[in-house]
């Protein structure tokens, strides 16, 4: 909801050249918080990961309109970050923990759906919000938006059987706690493929005001909308012909996406390239998510999936670093940012190119 307002406000706050930082900070403490996640999700339950994740973006949305200065914004969107670092981590081990192997794809399809529809009314509704009401207004409603889920979660039963107490020493990371290395090839390829996404979230909001479009918040409802009917087919083609296939196809139509964005002259051939972006973001979204929990071991399912976060905060966060970096608010650099992040997606399938095949099981021979 407030992510497409967040540049304008920020600029009005005087902090217009730390734009970045926006995005940046939030996937930064997403990504620490990760490793902690995991953990705890594999410890104490799913369930409770995915409250603090919901409480957390309650509390911080409530503190927006206090702490209106540059410092106390980019302090907020550091902390905002951690319900980012823990909700998907449980909901992702939950949702594994409750569908058969044979399925898995089309469910995590059916997860990212929900998650796509949230974010497709989400800009759409809070640029509708901040054109009739003040921006204080827009931090409330999306405040206590987190309610209806930690109402939700409080309703669910517990997926993790052998559960453990809550104690300092699970904050204690070892360093085979932090990355499960048995899912890097699939989040390494997740990092050059979401690098393009903190580029939109980052620049396009800007991008749409060049363009003379009112609500910056309609090319990421257009991409969010175009995606939800297609991660299901992805889920169920990956289930099928394996995750490879299914990726490919996911980054060569990011690629296309960007270089459509980066020669896009009007509001028409915006959206459309936003259609584009969509349905890359529909295809490997579940599909990446599936494959994780393919090679995953039961007992380490919440960490496996916990760096597949890192790898997709890192790559976002990177991206919009990157990019408000190359932008420098000069509108002349749009063309070469777009192009850039096509550049990045077209290192992910390089290295997809060279995986010859994934079995039934998707363990890579």
Sequence with gaps: MIIPELPAYLSSLGGEDYKGLIIALFTLSAGLSRPFSGKLADKIGRIPVMMVGAAVCFVVGLLYPILSFVSGFLFLRFAHGFSAGFTPTGASAYVADIVPFQKRGEAMGIQSLFGSLGMAAGPAIGGWIASFWPIETLFYCAAFTAIFSIL????????????????????????????????????????????????????????????????????????????????????????????????????????????????????????????????????YSPTTTAWVVDLSLDKFRGRALATMYIFLESGIGVGALVSGWLYANNPENFRLVFLSSGGVAFLAFLILFFIKRDHKNHLLS
Excluded: C, W
């Design 152 to 283: 939700i979660l409080m309703r669910l039963k517990e997926t993790l059987t052998e559960k453990e107490p809550l104690s300092l020493q699970m904050f204690r990371l070892k360093k085979d706690e932090i990355i499960e290395k048995r899912v890097l090839l699939p989040s390494i390829i997740l990092f050059l493929s979401v690098f393009s996404f903190g580029v939109v979230l980052t620049i396009i909001p800007d991008f749409s005001s060049h363009l003379g479009i009112k609500n910056k918040g309609l090319f990421f409802a257009v991409f969010t909308l175009s995606s939800l009917g297609i991660r299901l087919i992805a889920g169920r083609t990956s289930d099928k012909y394996g995750r490879v296939v299914v990726l490919r196809a996911a980054v060569v139509t990011m690629i296309l996406a960007m270089v459509s964005v980066a020669f896009a002259e009007s509001k028409a051939v915006l959206l459309a390239s936003g259609v584009l972006f969509g349905s890359a973001v529909g295809m």
